[in-house]
C-alpha cells in the first residue's frame, strides 16, 4: 500500500524559510520520480518541483532560485527546502508520485504572513 506523508509546514514571515518532507513507502522509492504541488485557496493545485529517480530537477518558474526539491533513498524520503518565502506562496503543499496510478499525500499547510 502506496503512503505517502508530508510534514513540515507552518507559519513563517515573509523573506523566512521552511523545510517540508515527505516520507514514502509502499513501493520502490528509488525507482520512482517525485513531486511536490500546491494549492492556495480557490486556485488550481500546481507543480512546483519535481525530482526524478536519476536526480534530476525541474522547478515552477515562479518558485526558481528560491526552492530545492532533493531526496534521500536510503530513507524514502523527499523534502522541498523553500527559502525566501513569499506570501504568494501561502498554500496546502502535497506530495505526489505515480506508482501504476496517482498517488498524493494529505497535504500541509504553509502560510506566509506578518
Known amino acids: 500500500q502506496v503512503q505517502l506523508v508530508e510534514s513540515g509546514g507552518g507559519l513563517v514571515q515573509p523573506g523566512g524559510s521552511l523545510r517540508l518532507s515527505c516520507a514514502a513507502s509502499?513501493?520502490?522509492?528509488?525507482?520512482?520520480?517525485m513531486s511536490w504541488y500546491r494549492q492556495a485557496p480557490g486556485k488550481e493545485r500546481e507543480r512546483v518541483a519535481r525530482?526524478?529517480?536519476?536526480?534530476?530537477?525541474t522547478y515552477a518558474d515562479s518558485v526558481k532560485g528560491r526552492f530545492t526539491i532533493s531526496r534521500d533513498n536510503a530513507k524514502n524520503t523527499v523534502y522541498l527546502q523553500m527559502n525566501s518565502l513569499k506570501p504568494e506562496d501561502t498554500a496546502v503543499y502535497y506530495c505526489?508520485?505515480?506508482?501504476?496510478?496517482?498517488?498524493w499525500g494529505q497535504g500541509t499547510q504553509v502560510t506566509v504572513s506578518s
Open positions: 525530482i526524478l529517480r536519476g536526480g534530476s530537477t
Open positions: 505526489y508520485t505515480f506508482y501504476l496510478k496517482d498517488y
Open positions: 509502499g513501493f520502490i522509492f528509488g525507482s520512482n520520480g
